[in-house]
């Protein structure tokens, strides 16, 4: 039996915004029947603001929460806003999904992904378009044919999550699900991706590293931290030794080396490298 959060069955027992516009502005759809999910998403837009968004899903619990979840999200917020809503930010709002129905959110980003790329503001004329000087789209790589998954959801998934395993993969996008031939595809380019992320890591120099370094601090871990009346403040760096200090409650909590360690060092960790040490500093 899943873990789900009080936020996802309400939304999976009373869906919001179910149905279509007739006359949508954008119109985006993700997954496939033959594959178990399908999301369909209507967007009506006016100034640039998307006054009302529906939604059509065929698939589990998690489709239909996080499909519900994402119309509430967008209706109201300006194009520009919608577009740099992620899958995390979709499954953050749920109040988190089991890692194995984690492609649940994926597919309401992709939806929504393909439906802005569709769109265009109304007058718009593309004169390339009328002339016929566009070139065709290019068809986008099928990494598993099984779930007809293609390399840009492959790699939008290990960039905007962190993913590092094959299985990470599987839970986020259903590719390697089934018969598994994608596996090795799937591990090259998880692979490829951290080299290349490490390469550019190792060229920053030491003020570029203390400036990503703090940044991954002051973004990622102190909100979190501050949720429960706890910081953590940056004091000094020495190569991937990084030396903290953990302020509020954070300071005095007998768990203050779990935090730091399981969470904090992590975050760290999942960003700039596995080399990296956090170290407390009293």
């Keep these: 039996m899943w873990d789900y959060s009080e936020k996802v069955m309400d939304h999976y027992r009373n869906p919001r915004n179910v149905g279509t516009i007739e006359d949508a502005d954008a119109v985006g759809v993700a997954g496939s029947l033959t594959c178990g999910d399908q999301l369909k998403i209507y967007l009506k837009i006016k100034d640039n603001v998307v006054t009302d968004a529906k939604f059509q899903t065929f698939g589990c619990g998690s489709a ?6 994402l119309t509430e999200m967008i209706i109201g917020k300006t194009i520009d806003e919608v577009k740099k809503i992620t899958n995390k930010d979709i499954a953050d709002e749920l109040g988190g999904l089991p890692p194995e129905k984690m492609h649940c959110s994926v597919m309401g980003y992709e939806a929504l992904e ?6 265009k503001a109304e007058g718009y004329v593309d004169l390339d378009d009328l002339l ?19 390399e840009n959801i492959i790699w939008d998934a290990i960039k905007q999550n962190g993913l590092k395993t094959v299985e990470e993969v599987t839970n986020y996008t259903k ?10 595809v799937i591990q090259d380019m998880i692979d490829t991706y951290y080299n290349k992320q490490k390469a550019e890591i190792d060229k920053l120099t030491p003020t570029q590293w203390i400036l990503k370094v703090n940044n991954v601090i002051e973004t990622q871990i102190s909100p979190e931290l501050q949720k429960d009346g706890g910081d953590i403040e940056l004091v000094d760096i020495k190569n991937k030794s990084i030396y903290v200090k953990l302020k509020g409650r ?18 760290l960790q999942d960003s700039l490298g596995t080399d990296i040490t956090l170290i407390e500093v009293k």
């Design 64 to 69: 239909v929460a996080s499909s519900s979840i």
């Design 175 to 184: 590719a390697g699900g089934a018969c598994g031939k994608c596996k090795a």
């Design 114 to 119: 393909d439906a802005l790329k569709n769109y």
């Design 250 to 267: 954070c300071s005095g909590c007998k768990n203050s080396t779990m935090t730091l360690k399981n969470f904090a060092q992590q975050i």
């Design 132 to 150: 016929g000087k566009n070139p065709p789209e290019k068809k986008e790589k099928i990494i598993c044919t099984c779930f007809q998954i293609t």
